[in-house]
């Protein structure tokens, strides 16, 4: 089993792309006397918050993502543009991880015909390896 998301990130020459990435999971979590279920970590959060976005909110001025985070759609749709152009749509249930924190970034666009809703995990900045 595989869990799937898409990050949008900033090369070194600034510019904003998308990529799939896939997690393979592992029978490591358990809840006895449960069966064991599929498990993979993710990413350490600092803070976990809900971000509201009203239908006519403009956000189609490209920019950068304003801290790395992770994006999960409660409810109603958005479509992003990445700074190479590429452009994806992220529904209700859809996982999002920004990393776009400097460069052109990207830009906004509420598609969905009512408010937006994402519960959204704030991460800690990337650290040079």
């Not at 992003?80 to 990393?99: H, I, K, Y």
Request: aromatic share 10%; proline share 10%; net charge negative.
């Amino acid at each position: 089993m595989q869990a799937q998301y898409t990050r949008l990130f900033a090369d070194e020459g600034g510019i904003s792309h998308f990529a799939d990435v896939e997690v393979p999971l592992s029978a490591k979590y358990t809840a006895p006397p449960l069966e064991p279920t599929q498990f993979a970590p993710f990413a350490a959060p600092d803070s976990c918050f809900w971000l509201g976005v009203p239908k006519g909110w403009n956000g189609e001025t490209p920019h950068p993502a304003p801290r790395r985070q992770i994006f999960i759609t409660v409810r109603g749709e958005y479509q992003m543009t990445a700074g190479d152009g590429a452009m994806r749509r992220f529904p209700a249930g859809s996982v999002l991880v920004l990393e776009d924190t400097t460069g052109s970034g990207h830009s906004t666009k509420i598609i969905s015909s009512g408010d937006l809703l994402i519960f959204a995990v704030g991460l800690p900045p990337q650290t040079a390896d």
